[in-house]
């Protein structure tokens, strides 16, 4: 019985350099399918112009082999993109499929013009947006998307209704909407006191309101 064991041991040893050789052989004489053609989605020509370049080192390289963290870094500092997806199409192309941030707010930083993107980034911008609102005070993005996340979750109240947004020390939010009217809030139970202008600005005796403070817990301060 050890002999035997034996031989079939040396047997498979055998077999194993045999098989190794070969392969070896064959993989190198395979011609593995290499990246001709890149697209982007999902992006304006600018941007898509610019982020096709940045990816363009990948032509000629093995389509099965990719450094995916070389391409994530690249992906991931473009300040437009929320979402991507990387699709593989044999024999020879590589598709980009970008799922482009919303702009939620615009901001001044110094001296510079920003977009809030809804992936928390800055996107830098020449121009602000008329359908967002701007941002006043030293605010970081975090405590914009506690807020805005209670805004969206607060009922007769359009986030589009807003025009102007304030940020103070003390960490509380005034805003301002589109019918020049200013609401106060206070620094806590926020959701109640949106709840309550909700309620406010379907009363047609609070129409002329400019200011609307609700800073006070259960008390209403109107200003004509």
């Known amino acids: ?17 045999l098989c190794g050789t070969f392969s070896n052989k064959y993989l190198n004489n395979i011609n593995f399918p290499k990246i001709k053609k890149i697209e982007v989605l999902g992006l304006e020509e600018n941007n898509k112009i610019r982020l096709s370049e940045k990816l363009s080192y990948l032509k000629q390289q093995n389509l099965l082999i990719l450094d995916q963290d070389k391409i994530k870094n690249i992906l991931n500092s473009n300040y437009l993109i929320e979402k991507y997806f990387i699709v593989k199409e044999y ?15 615009n901001l001044s930083k ?23 609102p701007f941002v006043f005070g030293e605010f970081n993005e975090v405590e914009f998307f506690i807020f805005k996340s209670i805004i969206d979750d607060t009922s007769s109240l359009d ?36 709840e309550l202008y909700s309620k406010i600005k379907k009363d047609e005796t609070f129409s002329n309101a400019k200011v609307i403070d609700l800073r006070q817990i259960n008390q209403l301060v109107i200003n004509e």
Do not use: C
């Open 159 to 194: 986030y589009k209704e807003i025009k102007n947004l304030f940020f103070f020390p003390s960490g509380r939010w005034d805003f301002e909407t589109h019918s020049d009217q200013l609401i106060k809030l206070p620094k806590v139970k926020i959701r109640e006191s949106l």
């Open 1 to 17: 019985m050890p002999l035997r064991k034996n031989k079939k041991i040396w047997v498979y040893f055998f077999l194993f350099i």
């Open 110 to 132: 110094d001296g510079k013009l920003f977009f809030l993107g809804s992936n928390g980034k800055l996107i830098e911008t020449k121009k602000s947006l008329e359908n967002i």
């Open 91 to 105: 024999p020879s192309s590589l598709k980009f499929k970008i799922i482009k941030t919303k702009f939620l707010a």
